[in-house]
């Protein structure tokens, strides 16, 4: 409301990102909306980021102060190059604007994201920032009234409904690709045996059947070598698309082969199997699917686990 009172930022309230299809006009709606943007949402940055970049709302990433670690200012630029894969895939026809996507349940008090606010505006005053508030329920009918007047797409103007002309999005559960940290080594392809992936005309992985997803299984995620997989409902952090855990593989190479219940290698090939079993399949446990990685990379220096790959391959059991 102070926001909307002050007048120096536009306010907007749309539905959940995650769960808006293609064509809902939430989407129609972002994707019209020119200049810079800052978003809150009950999301890690990371997640939010990535599902704008799946719906086309691109733009470079804005640095912003608030993160879930607050006493430790180093979301910078350098933070943000320290995060993304040196091989990675990378975003298409990324506009001149930049994106700040903030997790609003860092704070429980609204000031420190007005100050922020007003600090990126500050920063960028030349420039038209535009502020969404993602909300996961529906908005006050009062508040729908403050949406921006959305910019034709293609000449033609988009009529924004009101809250009484449009149903809440049905609730959705599918995978978001992280391409600064995607290296397109295609495991997740191979390890989804549901028809979730498939690849573009130049060959990159995308998430083609996003319906064909089982509700709740991440098993893709763990299973990822970069980390670059989210499933932005998700408990687990990690998983979620929390900055933690970055350097390094999510599976616990010390338990990979010890069968240990913390392994989770295993709870993938375990959520998988469940799911097979539940559409009537065969479960196939490890033998589909976990080809050795990076395999197809032997033009270049090898890392610590392909180093432990060849040490497991040469002793004789």
Request: one cysteine or more; aromatic letters at 6%; glycine letters at 6%.
């Amino acid at each position: 409301m102070k926001l909307m009172l002050e007048g120096n930022v536009e306010v907007s309230l749309v539905p959940h990102l995650y769960d808006l299809t293609a064509e809902h006009t939430g989407t129609l709606f972002l994707k019209s909306v020119p200049g810079d943007l800052i978003v809150l949402s009950w999301l890690y940055p990371r997640g939010a980021r990535w599902i704008l970049d799946r719906n086309q709302v691109r733009g470079k990433e804005g640095v912003t102060l608030i993160a879930a670690d607050d006493d430790d200012d180093e979301s910078d630029e350098n933070q943000l190059a320290e995060n993304a894969h040196p091989d990675a895939v990378g975003s298409r026809e990324i506009p001149d604007r930049h994106i700040y996507c903030i997790d609003l349940r860092v704070h429980a008090e609204a000031e420190p994201y007005l100050e922020e606010i007003q600090r990126i505006v500050e920063e960028d005053a030349e420039e038209t920032v535009d502020l969404l508030s993602w909300i996961t329920g529906e908005p006050d009918a009062e508040q729908l009234k403050r949406y921006l007047a959305p910019q034709p797409v293609n000449g033609e103007a988009i009529q924004l409904p009101s809250l009484e002309d449009q149903n809440s999005p049905k609730r959705r559960w599918y995978p978001v690709i992280d391409y600064s940290r995607c290296t397109n080594c295609m495991e997740c392809i191979d390890f989804c045996l549901f028809g979730v992936y498939g690849v573009d005309t130049i060959d990159q992985i995308l998430v083609e059947a996003q319906d064909n997803c089982k509700k709740g299984c991440p098993a893709c995620s763990r299973v990822c070598p970069e980390n670059a997989i989210i499933f932005p409902q998700h408990k687990t952090p990690a998983i979620a698309g929390a900055d933690g855990e970055v350097a390094g593989l999510k599976i616990d190479l010390s338990k990979l082969f010890g069968g240990g219940a913390g392994d989770d290698l295993e709870t993938a090939v375990a959520e998988r199997d469940a799911e097979l079993v539940k559409d009537g399949r065969d479960a196939v446990g490890m033998e589909v699917g976990l080809p050795k990685r990076q395999a197809d990379h032997s033009n270049r220096p090898k890392d610590a686990l392909d180093n432990l790959m060849d040490d497991l391959d040469a002793i004789e059991i």
